[in-house]
């Protein structure tokens, strides 16, 4: 598997992506975890019901409702939403924890979509086999210290998500890629692109 970056062993930094409108606040303010437009509107519902499935052998610190997301790399082919913003974060590797992203992602349409007319069933799902889903989630997860041994990160169906449970200052926040439409611009190719 070839990926985007250097292996963290190396880098010492995890990847963030965040909506260009959030990029002033976050250059700014550095990161916390409710302070982007989309975490109400998109993701705090579907947070709730993760963290109430929580089992018992999960440290009481790690609450992904507190959690700001990483990504300990990206597949060489990986897609990018345009208008957004790729950073490379600085993290303390105690206060973070990982999880198996693509079994979160396996319940977040029917999660979206359970009180649209039409998609009622998906309320059945969620009270049946997604609750299966999201216990193999937290029962596969682990400290981020814990994966750096044993890399689950690098099997093949483990996407793993970081959860970064403290606030990301700024001074440990740097901007690696702005997405367009159509191109993905490092900071010097951005503004020579765009300086007259």
């Given at each position: 598997?070839?990926?985007?970056?250097?292996?963290?062993?190396?880098?010492?930094?995890?990847?963030?992506?965040?909506?260009?409108?959030?990029?002033?606040?976050?250059?700014?303010?550095?990161?916390?975890?409710?302070?982007?437009?989309?975490?109400?509107?998109?993701?705090?519902?579907?947070?709730?019901?993760?963290?109430?499935?929580?089992?018992?052998?999960?440290?009481?610190?790690?609450?992904?409702?507190?959690?700001?997301?990483?990504?300990?790399?990206?597949?060489?082919?990986?897609?990018?939403?345009?208008?957004?913003?790729?950073?490379?974060?600085?993290?303390?590797?105690?206060?973070?924890?990982?999880?198996?992203?693509?079994?979160?992602?396996?319940?977040?349409e029917p999660f979206a979509?359970?009180?649209?007319?039409?998609?009622?069933?998906?309320?059945?799902?969620?009270?049946?086999?997604?609750?299966?889903?999201?216990?193999?989630?937290?029962?596969?997860?682990?400290?981020?210290?814990?994966?750096?041994?044993?890399?689950?990160?690098?099997?093949?169906?483990?996407?793993?998500?970081?959860?970064?449970?403290?606030?990301?200052?700024?001074?440990?926040?740097?901007?690696?890629?702005?997405?367009?439409?159509?191109?993905?611009?490092?900071?010097?190719?951005?503004?020579?692109?765009?300086?007259?």
């Open positions: 598997m070839e990926f985007l970056f250097d292996d963290y062993t190396k880098t010492k930094r995890v990847y963030h992506v965040v909506s260009l409108k959030d990029l002033g606040y976050v250059m700014k303010n550095g990161i916390s975890y409710d302070d982007k437009i989309t975490y109400i509107t998109k993701y705090k519902g579907f947070h709730d019901y993760i963290e109430d499935l929580k089992t018992d052998k999960i440290p009481s610190w790690v609450d992904r409702k507190k959690s700001i997301f990483a990504s300990l790399n990206f597949k060489k082919n990986h897609y990018f939403h345009s208008h957004s913003a790729l950073l490379s974060l600085k993290i303390n590797e105690d206060k973070c924890w990982i999880a198996n992203e693509n079994l979160a992602n396996e319940i977040y979509l359970k009180n649209i007319e039409g998609f009622e069933y998906c309320n059945k799902y969620l009270d049946t086999k997604a609750k299966d889903v999201i216990t193999r989630y937290w029962d596969t997860s682990l400290s981020f210290k814990d994966n750096l041994k044993v890399r689950r990160d690098l099997s093949e169906y483990y996407d793993a998500e970081i959860l970064i449970t403290n606030h990301i200052p700024k001074e440990d926040i740097k901007v690696l890629k702005i997405y367009s439409d159509h191109n993905a611009f490092s900071l010097d190719e951005f503004r020579n692109y765009f300086t007259l």
